[in-house]
């Protein structure tokens, strides 16, 4: 038996792991079509107009600190100042916080967004709005989207269009984590963690498994259609999605050992090789591919927490800023970093910074953006948008106009209305 195992690597606040588990077995219920389901949702489905481009979604999990990072205020009244001082950048004028001397050098490949506001500072909400563009309610996450616009799967290669590594939300309090909402579980990510990766090795003839695949037809519409919950749709696209997996190049993609030793040096351990694997999917066609590091919740001792994750994501982002334009890839990925929110502009009594969603920063390479440049302003003391205010809506906008995926699209939702998924977003000015 063929198991493929789904569900985020990593524990939640309360030391909880989910996992979902998915097993191919003998379907053996005949005289149904697999065809009739297939060409149902291709006919459902838009197209993109580039099914090339691609997302790296690096998600700094607890909400990082917009002062530390990439809007430091070295003039700013002491108690406003980054902690970690600043370090110039090839760009004229411009600093980033004292842990980022690699990324330092890639500013001319870098685009910084200092007017970045979110409408919550919590973290869930705050997760929802910079996920789905909206406030939390039954919307689906951008990568969903990028799912349903594209299909599951890469029609060429086998790779799922979806990809997350690491967890994306604080906990499970209410509301959830972003997901795909009601477009159906088959859009929700594959979430490669342990043995999923073994998993992907055929233990079997291709042969018996391609007539394997054939009986995914037993599952047919009139089951689909009586199972409310959507648990049977969800459980027919994950077998497909799992056999389109092993039988496609998700384990070579995922396998390092095929990298240029060097090229794994230089990304590192940890968040690097997160980042590594993230740039091969999308060589091989992931569409969305979301990587988390956890720790950002910083209240106390930012001056610590920066030092701790600060240098992991200069390696990492920086290693991956010059790949992509060394190897010619800077025009169909583009990276986005981002959290829930920033942090209070002054420092706590514990030398920390609290929830704030009033500002934050974005940092974006490739796309074939504008890069080389800061767009918007904060105040003199990084509380508010001075200039240049973007909402989650705009980076949504942004993120749709990469991935070709038109800004008028909709889906029906269970009672058949139409839901735009963009409302009144635009692209972000000077990028694109």
Same mark, same amino acid.
């Given at each position: 038996?063929?198991?493929?195992?789904?569900?985020?690597?990593?524990?939640?606040?309360?030391?909880?792991?989910?996992?979902?588990?998915?097993?191919?077995?003998?379907?053996?219920?005949?005289?149904?079509?697999?065809?009739?389901?297939?060409?149902?949702?291709?006919?459902?489905? /838009?197209?993109?107009?580039?099914?090339?481009? *691609?997302?790296?979604?690096?998600?700094?999990?607890?909400?990082?600190?917009?002062?530390?990072?990439?809007? /430091?205020?070295?003039?700013?009244?002491?108690?406003?100042?980054?902690?970690? %001082?600043?370090?110039?950048?090839?760009?004229?004028?411009?600093?980033?916080?004292?842990? #980022?001397?690699?990324?330092?050098?890639?500013? @001319?490949?870098?685009?910084?967004?200092?007017?970045?506001?979110?409408?919550?500072?919590?973290?869930?909400?705050?997760?929802?709005?910079?996920?789905? %563009?909206?406030?939390?309610?039954?919307?689906?996450?951008?990568?969903?989207?990028?799912?349903?616009?594209?299909?599951?799967?890469?029609?060429?290669?086998?790779?799922?269009?979806?990809?997350?590594?690491?967890?994306?939300?604080?906990?499970? =309090?209410?509301?959830?984590?972003?997901?795909?909402?009601?477009?159906?579980?088959?859009?929700?990510?594959?979430?490669?963690?342990?043995?999923?990766? @073994?998993?992907?090795?055929?233990?079997?003839?291709? *042969?018996?498994?391609?007539?394997?695949?054939?009986?995914?037809?037993?599952? @047919?519409?009139?089951?689909?259609?009586?199972?409310?919950?959507?648990?049977?749709?969800?459980?027919?696209?994950?077998?497909?999605?799992?056999?389109?997996?092993?039988?496609?190049?998700?384990?070579?993609?995922?396998?390092?050992?095929?990298?240029?030793?060097?090229?794994?040096?230089?990304?590192? =351990?940890?968040?690097?090789?997160?980042?590594?694997?993230?740039?091969?999917?999308?060589?091989? %066609?992931?569409? #969305?591919?979301?990587?988390?590091?956890?720790?950002? @919740?910083?209240?106390?001792?930012?001056?610590?927490?920066?030092?701790?994750?600060?240098?992991?994501?200069?390696?990492?982002?920086?290693?991956?800023?010059?790949?992509?334009?060394?190897?010619?890839? =800077?025009?169909?990925?583009?990276?986005?970093?981002?959290?829930?929110?920033?942090?209070?502009?002054?420092?706590?009594?514990?030398?920390?910074? =609290?929830?704030?969603?009033?500002?934050?920063?974005?940092?974006?390479?490739?796309? %074939?953006?504008?890069?080389?440049?800061?767009?918007?302003?904060?105040?003199?003391?990084?509380?508010?948008?001075?200039?240049?205010?973007?909402?989650?809506?705009?980076?949504?906008?942004?993120?749709?106009?990469?991935?070709?995926?038109?800004?008028?699209?909709?889906?029906?939702? /269970?009672?058949?209305?139409?839901?735009?998924?963009?409302?009144?977003?635009? /692209?972000?000015?000077?990028?694109?």
């Amino acid at each position: 038996m063929l198991q493929v195992r789904f569900g985020p690597p990593g524990h939640n606040c309360a030391g909880i792991r989910r996992r979902n588990f998915l097993e191919i077995g003998s379907l053996g219920v005949a005289g149904l079509s697999l065809s009739r389901l297939l060409a149902s949702r291709a006919q459902a489905a /838009p197209v993109a107009r580039s099914q090339e481009t *691609s997302v790296v979604w690096l998600w700094l999990n607890g909400g990082p600190t917009h002062i530390e990072t990439f809007d /430091p205020k070295m003039t700013a009244p002491a108690e406003y100042r980054s902690v970690t %001082g600043e370090v110039k950048t090839t760009l004229p004028g411009i600093t980033l916080g004292g842990n #980022f001397e690699r990324l330092a050098k890639q500013t @001319d490949k870098l685009a910084f967004v200092r007017s970045f506001r979110i409408p919550s500072s919590s973290h869930n909400v705050g997760c929802f709005w910079v996920n789905t %563009g909206y406030a939390p309610r039954n919307r689906p996450s951008l990568g969903s989207i990028t799912s349903r616009v594209r299909g599951p799967n890469h029609a060429r290669t086998g790779m799922p269009t979806y990809v997350q590594m690491g967890r994306i939300g604080f906990n499970d =309090d209410a509301p959830r984590i972003p997901g795909p909402a009601w477009l159906g579980k088959s859009y929700a990510p594959f979430t490669p963690s342990g043995p999923a990766r @073994d998993n992907m090795k055929l233990a079997t003839k291709v *042969s018996q498994l391609e007539d394997r695949k054939s009986l995914l037809a037993s599952l @047919d519409q009139l089951r689909r259609e009586t199972d409310a919950r959507g648990v049977i749709e969800g459980i027919d696209g994950f077998n497909r999605q799992a056999l389109n997996l092993i039988l496609g190049k998700a384990p070579q993609a995922f396998d390092l050992a095929k990298e240029d030793p060097a090229v794994v040096a230089r990304y590192g =351990d940890g968040l690097g090789a997160s980042m590594l694997t993230a740039r091969r999917l999308c060589e091989a %066609g992931c569409g #969305f591919v979301a990587v988390s590091l956890q720790g950002w @919740d910083m209240h106390g001792n930012v001056k610590g927490g920066m030092n701790s994750r600060g240098p992991q994501v200069d390696r990492a982002v920086s290693a991956f800023v010059e790949d992509i334009y060394q190897r010619g890839l =800077d025009q169909n990925i583009l990276l986005v970093i981002s959290g829930e929110f920033g942090r209070t502009p002054r420092i706590n009594k514990n030398a920390g910074r =609290d929830h704030w969603g009033p500002l934050s920063t974005l940092a974006l390479s490739g796309g %074939g953006l504008q890069v080389g440049q800061v767009v918007g302003a904060s105040s003199a003391k990084a509380e508010v948008p001075q200039t240049g205010l973007v909402t989650p809506q705009d980076l949504m906008a942004t993120v749709f106009h990469v991935l070709g995926i038109a800004p008028e699209t909709s889906f029906q939702d /269970p009672s058949g209305r139409p839901i735009p998924m963009l409302d009144d977003g635009q /692209p972000i000015p000077g990028l694109v």
